[in-house]
């Protein structure tokens, strides 16, 4: 099959998508500045900007120096917001799919951020040995509860002392349900940051000594 055959059934977690490409340019405004940026087939949210991304930015907040993990990057909304926003900082990007990546490497590009990078695999591979001061997500929920709370779990220990997951989710995704694990669980204090089209923003904090490693997660516990 040639990588531009349509696929009609495709997740986004598709390591090569094969739909075919149809690249579109979209734009928003991220504190009053312009963003440009390409889209295309095959990837989360091929047709814009969906809402709980746009929520996540709107929340966004770094110091200028901040070390930021993009983690499931898509094309790349979050991770060049957070590039403009750390300009003495750096940015990774990560995604597994790879035309995902290559997308958001262009965009990098079309914005200026020349302060951030992209790596190709799922969650925290492509970042074995990183110390971040801000961890963004927003996770794909359709590989179940076991494979998100994996992430959440593993999270601490990419986090440095002070640092912060944010983390969005709507309540079909049962981002309730995972606010009350990190309650729970997160070695440090946990918030809810905005709240808008169903969504919730969860502001994740680790405490000030070296973050500890989590409870193994439960997928049986009830939502």
């Known amino acids: ?44 949210s091929a047709q814009g900007l969906d809402p709980g991304t746009a929520l996540l930015i709107e929340n966004l907040r770094v110091d200028p120096a901040d070390r930021i993990l993009d983690l499931g990057c898509g094309w790349g909304a979050v991770g060049v917001a957070a590039a403009r926003s750390a300009p003495k900082g750096h940015v990774v990007l990560t995604d597994v799919n790879r035309r995902a990546a290559r997308l958001a490497r262009q ?62 989710g709507k309540g079909s995704q049962g981002i309730r349900f995972y606010q009350r694990w990190l309650d729970d669980h997160w070695p440090g204090t946990v918030e809810v940051l905005g709240r808008g089209s169903g969504y919730r923003v969860l502001e994740a904090r680790v405490g000030p000594d070296r973050p500890r490693k989590a409870r193994p997660p439960s997928a049986r516990r009830s939502a």
Do not use: K
């Open 1 to 44: 099959m040639a990588d531009d055959e349509p696929a009609p059934s495709e997740p986004y977690w598709t390591e090569r998508p094969r739909s075919r490409s149809a690249p579109a340019e979209r734009r928003f405004l991220y504190r009053g500045e312009l963003l440009r940026f390409v889209v295309d087939a095959g990837v989360f």
């Open 107 to 168: 965009n990098l590009e079309r914005n200026g951020a020349a302060n951030a990078e992209v790596r190709v695999g799922a969650f925290f591979d492509p970042v074995p040995d990183g110390a971040f001061d801000v961890i963004v997500t927003n996770p794909p929920y359709r590989l179940g509860r076991e494979s998100i709370l994996a992430m959440l779990t593993a999270a601490p220990e990419h986090l440095r002392p002070g640092g912060r997951l944010l983390l969005v």
